[in-house]
């Protein structure tokens, strides 16, 4: 699974067909619209409004996230930047670091 890194820049969705877009990075990820919104308000709070409709400038504007994708481009999940564990931070770092192939010496001929 690859974990991306980005800022939230807003949220579309269609309360009717249940499909949303959160805006990431410039990046718009297909997601589930109820679960995707109450899952910001969780975390952001203030982006539920009137008439159960998404603020477009709620607290979750602006806001670091980690994130990653199911094998269809749907969001799977986030995590605040600032809340996440040290071990998905690691994980997120690792995808960037260059792997060795066992076996293989430095400096071989």
Known sequence: MTIYKGTIEG?????????GFLQISGVPIPC??????????????????????????GGHVGREVYYSTDDFGLLSGFTPVDDAPEA??????????????KGVKKNAR
């Open 11 to 19: 949220f579309g969705g269609s309360f009717g067909s249940g499909l």
């Open 32 to 57: 589930d619209n109820g679960a995707t919104v109450r899952a910001l308000n969780a975390c952001f709070g203030d982006v539920i409004g009137e008439g159960h409709t998404i603020r477009r400038d």
């Open 88 to 101: 998905l931070v690691q994980e997120y770092e690792s995808q960037f670091t260059p792997k060795r192939r």
